[in-house]
C-alpha cells in the first residue's frame, strides 16, 4: 500500500510540475483535436472524483460502513 501511496504522490508531484509551465489557455499538441489546459485539468479532476466514488461503493458494500 506504501508503493502505491509514493507512487500516486509522485505523480501528483510531476504533473504540478508540468502545469507550472503552461498557461490554463495553451493548447495541448498531442491531440488530433488539441484541447487547452483548462479542459485537460477539469477532465482530470472528474475522472478523479468518479474513481473515488466507486471505490467508496466498493468500501461500503465490503464493510457496510456508510459515509456522510
Not at 12 to 29: G, K, N, P, T, Y
Not at 51 to 68: K, M, P, S, Y
Amino acid at each position: 500500500m506504501e508503493s502505491i501511496t509514493a507512487f500516486y504522490q509522485g505523480e501528483i508531484a510531476r504533473s504540478r510540475e508540468i502545469v507550472e509551465q503552461w498557461s490554463l489557455d495553451d493548447l495541448s499538441r498531442a491531440a488530433k483535436d488539441p484541447l487547452n489546459l483548462r479542459w485537460i485539468m477539469i477532465h482530470m479532476i472528474e475522472e478523479t472524483a468518479r474513481h473515488a466514488g466507486h471505490a467508496d461503493i466498493l468500501r461500503e458494500l465490503t464493510d457496510g460502513a456508510v459515509g456522510e
